[in-house]
């Protein structure tokens, strides 16, 4: 069987300059560093905003840090008259291992389709970079029990011509919109219940491989007090976090979810 390694994905948001990230960064490094973190076991990545992505690049080259990092958007196209676009080529030159793609803020606030986020998952992928593909439904949808249908709806549209070796070192977020800043947490059942969905899907549309492969994360409201409960799931692999990736020490508590016996 394979093993997949925990991934804990701080997603900055629109917070944090380049001083603060740098700042931050440090700080989440030396907490790790004290607790003699190991990295092989449990992966920690930031993601900070654009214009934090080479003081994050310098810093982790310079003190050889393990913390990979990624960009929260990029563009579907590589270069050429796309005014305010960034490139993947451009962020695969700064060091980044990952790229979320399809994050439901991008999805709401610039209404980007399944065709783009598709198209943004090749662009990721042709450039060298591991998508973390955002999935998940809002409130409207779980209230009306069409929240595995929607959700696998958007995973197959943005796997759209994806190979199955392709796939197999992608990473998916399940974060369910109604669970994001709210302090509303999916159960750990409702996180297996989609990540198990999921799995399933992939292996269908791949094969057990390929479904054995892939990293499935959760995302919404996650802190160091429910991360072990919802982690003891099988089919979650790690989590996306917003708000409490913000705080160095509230970060590296969740990323250390196996020493601390929190939430269980
Ligand atoms: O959107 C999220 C991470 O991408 C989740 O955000 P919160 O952890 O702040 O709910």
Known sequence: MTQRTPLMAGNWKMNLDHHQATHTLQKLAWTLKDAKHDYSAVEVAVFPPFTDLRSVQTLVDADKL?????????????SG?????????FLAKLGVTYALVGHSERREYHAESDALINKKVHSALKAGLVPILCVGED??????????Q??????????ADVTAEQV?????????????????????????????AIRVRVGELYDAETAAAVRVLYGGSVKSSNVASIMAKPDVDGALVGG?????????????FQAHEVGL
């Open 150 to 159: 929607h959700t696998l709806l958007q995973l197959e549209a943005a796997l």
């Open 81 to 89: 008259a796309y005014t305010g676009e960034i490139s993947p080529a």
């Open 168 to 196: 197999r070192t992608l990473v998916i977020a399940y974060e369910p919109v109604w669970a994001i800043g709210t302090g509303e947490t999916a159960t750990p059942e409702d996180a297996q219940e989609m990540s198990e």
């Open 244 to 256: 409490a990736s913000l705080d160095p020490e509230e970060f590296a508590k969740i990323a250390r």
């Open 66 to 78: 393990q913390i990979t990092y990624g960009a929260q958007d990029l563009s579907a196209h590589e």
């Open 139 to 148: 409130l409207d949808t779980r209230r009306a029990a069409a929240h595995v």
